[in-house]
């Protein structure tokens, strides 16, 4: 249902303070790295928060939105500089687990993208470490807290679907997978092998050819879930007794058509 409310309504989904306060921390620790080594310190990190908030609310001025009375303060709009500081803690918080001025990653903000007998599959990479010899590391930043066991699984999806794309597109198997949570400090890693990976392809595949016979019956089922309460479509969403708008008329070309759905937030950036 959540697809269908995205790429096929195409419904609006305002910034919410934290998918927004996560686009920032992610923006700051990619250009951390275009500092000399020896000048990636905290303060330098925290110091370019102020400059990169801003380019982003240029890019998109909806984001000033985010600054309401609730995320901070009782009245009146939220000071730049409050915000600016919760968003601090979450930078203080990575150089506790990893150290930049040892740091040179191969890549960042990678996009990715491969096609498996005619599937194609995208993203967008945080990291990519390459060792001397060849071996890959995939990072990824996360602004939420880390998951329990019961659900490393579900936090690990997209991180084989990134080793995936990459396995295709170079013929290397990522020899590492680290999921950096930045709320609590915590680093999840996982090393993939091949079986792995093509477990991971089957069960993409299996969600598209649902999204498939979905596009054809026209029947979008939810999937309720604690996710919901963060979802800005639960209003009209039938599992919590809403009413969806009429599918358009090209419902099942827009289904169907990858370019369509863009970038995906994450999901714990949308959760936290």
Do not use: N
Request: one cysteine or more; hydrophobic letters at 40%.
């Amino acid at each position: 249902m959540l697809y269908r409310f995205r790429v096929i309504d195409r419904l609006p989904e305002p910034p919410s303070p934290a998918a927004a306060r996560g686009t920032l921390v992610h923006a700051v620790l990619e250009r951390v790295f275009d500092l000399p080594s020896v000048e990636r310190t905290p303060e330098a990190a925290i110091g370019l928060l102020a400059s990169e908030w801003a380019r982003l609310v240029e890019e998109e001025p909806a984001l000033v939105g985010v600054l309401e009375p609730t995320e901070v303060a009782d009245s009146g709009p939220v000071p730049v500089e409050a915000w600016l500081e919760a968003a601090a803690a979450f930078v203080r918080t990575w150089f506790t687990v990893e150290d930049p001025t040892r740091l040179e990653p191969a890549e960042r903000e990678l996009y990715v993208e491969a096609d498996v007998d005619g599937l194609v599959m995208r993203g967008y990479v945080d990291r990519l470490d390459v060792a001397a010899d060849g071996r890959l590391r995939v990072v990824d930043y996360k602004t939420g807290r880390a998951p329990s066991e019961l659900w490393e699984g579900k936090a690990l999806f997209q991180m084989k679907f990134y080793a995936l794309v990459l396995w295709r597109t170079r013929g290397i198997v990522p020899t590492l997978l680290q999921l950096v949570y930045l709320r609590d400090g915590q680093v999840l890693r996982y090393a993939p092998d091949e079986h792995d990976l093509r477990a991971t392809e089957r069960k993409i595949q299996a969600l598209w050819s649902a999204i498939e016979r979905a596009a054809q019956s026209g029947d979008w089922r939810p999937s309720p879930g604690r996710q919901c309460d963060w979802c800005h479509h639960k209003a009209i969403c039938p599992a919590w007794g809403g009413t969806p708008p009429p599918l358009p008329d090209d419902a099942g070309e827009r289904a169907l058509d990858p370019r369509a759905a863009g970038k995906v937030q994450p999901a714990d950036d949308v959760t936290e």
